[in-house]
């Protein structure tokens, strides 16, 4: 196939995901990454940069679009009071060593391992948010001391392993805590912001040997970047606008179910399947 002809299908396939991306967000609050990073995987794949870093690549990518999404987010629900900056200061430290630490092995693990951790994780993801409850409770206020120096750690180091921001992980465990939901998600776009920007600044500097697409700085694709961007800024408003119009409870079964079963096959083909 030749080249040009390679890029428009690059650039379709991920116009297509950026829209589906944004949609999604803005239908039910989901970070983009948890679509983003299979959607590059297969787009990826089937257009045959498909080398034993491929994993990586993806969950850069997908990083490098939460840094934009997370500031819009954060700067909206700022405006609106929602954002918790206590807690987003006192996890702030953890989290950002937490990615560091994600980084770190992520850039040294082979993308079959990756496809494998996701699809745990993105298991456990998808049935919190089949079956997960509001009411659940671990405790009344955010934890401190001990228990924050773990779990702070813990969230910007599995959210870098999944190439998402803060909302699948912070969300649910704010929640947890007692934090009221739309504070949660709120305070949660900042733990994006903390985590995306200094693993990006390290998987620029992650050598992708084989299978690059054009225009890859270190594990980062500037193609799939730009074009997700743009995308997701035109349709995010048209999933909060269907939010409006019908219940999104429901839905947001429905896409756990999708994820349960992307999270599947991922680690079908992990496992050689």
């Not at 970070?31 to 959607?39: M, W």
């Not at 609106?80 to 989290?95: H, N």
């Not at 190439?163 to 465990?173: D, E, K, Y």
């Not at 992650?206 to 997701?232: H, K, Q, S, Y």
Request: glycine content about 12%; charged content about 10%; hydrophobic content about 60%.
């Amino acid at each position: 196939m030749p080249e040009m002809s390679l890029l428009l299908m690059m650039a379709a396939l991920l116009a297509a995901i950026g829209a589906f991306a944004g949609v999604l967000a803005g239908l039910l609050g989901v970070g983009g990454g948890i679509v983003l990073v299979p959607a590059f995987f297969y787009a990826f794949q089937t257009l045959g940069y498909d080398g034993p870093q491929l994993m990586q690549m993806c969950l850069a990518t997908s990083l490098a679009t939460i840094i934009i999404t997370s500031l819009r987010s954060v700067n909206a629900h700022n405006k609106k009071g929602a954002v918790d900056w206590d807690i987003l200061r006192s996890w702030a430290p953890g989290i950002v060593v937490g990615a560091i630490i994600g980084v770190a092995l992520v850039s040294q693990l082979r993308s079959t391992t990756l496809q494998g951790i996701f699809g745990v994780l993105a298991l456990i993801v998808g049935l919190y948010m089949g079956f997960g409850r509001m009411e659940w409770r671990l405790g009344q206020a955010m934890p401190w001391g001990i228990l924050r120096a773990v779990l702070s750690p813990a969230v910007g180091f599995l959210s870098v392993l999944m190439g998402i921001g803060g909302g699948s992980f912070g969300v649910p465990l704010m929640s947890l805590f007692n934090t009221p939901i739309h504070r949660a998600v709120a305070t949660a776009a900042g733990f994006g912001v903390l985590i995306a920007v200094p693993s990006v600044i390290g998987f620029l500097f992650v050598e992708i040997d084989a299978g690059r697409p054009p225009l890859t700085i270190g594990a980062i694709n500037l193609v799939a970047f730009v074009i997700v961007i743009a995308m997701t800024l035109i349709t995010t408003p048209w999933g909060v606008k269907l939010a409006h119009a019908m219940d999104p409870k429901p839905l947001k079964r429905v896409f756990a179910v999708f994820l349960v079963l992307v999270a599947l096959n991922m680690l079908r083909k992990a496992l050689g399947g």
